[in-house]
Nanobody, 128 residues
Framework: QMQLVESGGGLVQAGDSLRLSCAASGRTISRSSMGWFRQAPGKEREFVAASSWTGRNTYYADSVKGRFTISRDNAKNTVYLQMNSLKPEDTAVYYC?????????????????????WGQGTQVTVSS
């Protein structure tokens, strides 16, 4: 089993930056594809960003492309989401997710059903 704990959320103003962290325990993330999702009040959970286990392949939702960056430090068992130029529409609970399979070096996933482990989420609120 893998446990994921997100941190780094908070209340910021539009245009500010935040870096979310997702610390894993229980098993290594080094062969897992990792993803970030978010859920705003009254909305479905939506894909934000994903990374292959090598970190060489990443993918972003159009709404965050060019502003957010996913990265990972497998040695620290941690994944990050750098969020720049934040907008009020980025306000949501952000969740980290991991797959349990031994992934190929290029695999990443945008569908929440492909992920097996989830964190409890961290709130990001962006004021205008």
């Amino acid at each position: 089993q893998m446990q994921l704990v997100e941190s780094g959320g908070g209340l910021v103003q539009a245009g500010d930056s935040l870096r979310l962290s997702c610390a894993a325990s229980g098993r290594t993330i080094s062969r897992s594809s990792m993803g970030w999702f978010r859920q705003a009040p009254g909305k479905e959970r939506e894909f934000v960003a994903a990374s292959s286990w090598t970190g060489r392949n990443t993918y972003y939702a159009d709404s965050v492309k060019g502003r957010f960056t996913i990265s990972r430090d497998n040695a620290k068992n941690t994944v990050y989401l750098q969020m720049n130029s934040l907008k009020p529409e980025d306000t949501a609970v952000y969740y980290c997710a991991a797959t349990s399979r031994l992934e190929s070096g290029s695999s990443y996933y945008t569908y929440y059903g492909d992920y097996d482990y989830w964190g409890q989420g961290t709130q990001v609120t962006v004021s205008s």
